[in-house]
């Protein structure tokens, strides 16, 4: 059964702490549903009622685009082991860019990535628990270091100009901020 809480309890954050992937979903007020699976180290918890996640250069910058114009989110955890788990957090979301104040501050509880691109913070409006039974069990084997060193060949200039051809504008042609 569900079961819903206001906030993050200490279990809460200690099973986040364990888990080596996560997916982020939002939604503009037309257009597609974006659902993104995130790992590396680029999640904290800040409080009970605060999450924070570091979101890498990819492909698409949908997350961004949908945030101008809704500020939902939701974010998934999912256990992959022995002990059956699904934990749902529900909040508003605020975007921190590069050029923000409060970027390096926040961009501190992360191990540095060439690949980052922008601070996506979570005031947690409740989180919910489902068993997730039927979720297989899987074994992790290893972080990608795919992105970072993507990113460390192009640069901190080549990132930021594959940001202006490629992440300007969502799949539905929303702007991102960048």
């Avoid at 180290?41 to 999450?51: E, G, P, R």
């Avoid at 996506?120 to 270091?145: H, L, R, W």
Wanted: proline residues 3%; hydrophobic residues 35%; glycine residues 6%.
């Amino acid at each position: 059964m569900a079961k819903q809480f206001d906030g993050l309890s200490e279990q809460h954050i200690e099973f986040i702490a364990k888990q080596k992937i996560y997916f982020v979903a939002t939604a503009a007020s037309d257009g597609r549903v974006n659902l993104s699976p995130k790992g590396l180290d680029s999640f904290h918890v800040a409080d009970k009622n605060h999450v924070m996640w570091l979101n890498l250069t990819g492909s698409g910058n949908e997350t961004a685009a949908h945030l101008l114009d809704n500020n939902r989110m939701t974010v998934m955890f999912c256990s992959f082991d022995a002990v059956p788990l699904i934990l749902r957090i529900y909040g508003s979301a605020k975007t921190i860019h590069k050029y923000d104040p409060e970027w390096h501050a926040n961009y501190a509880k992360f191990t540095a990535n060439p690949g980052a691109r922008q601070i996506y913070q979570i005031s947690i409006d409740m989180v919910q628990t489902s068993c997730g039974y039927a979720v297989p069990n899987y074994d992790f084997v290893d972080d990608k270091e795919t992105l970072v060193t993507w990113a460390e060949n192009k640069g901190e200039e080549g990132v930021e100009e594959y940001w202006q051809e490629r992440n300007k504008l969502s799949i539905d042609g929303k702007e991102t901020g960048i």
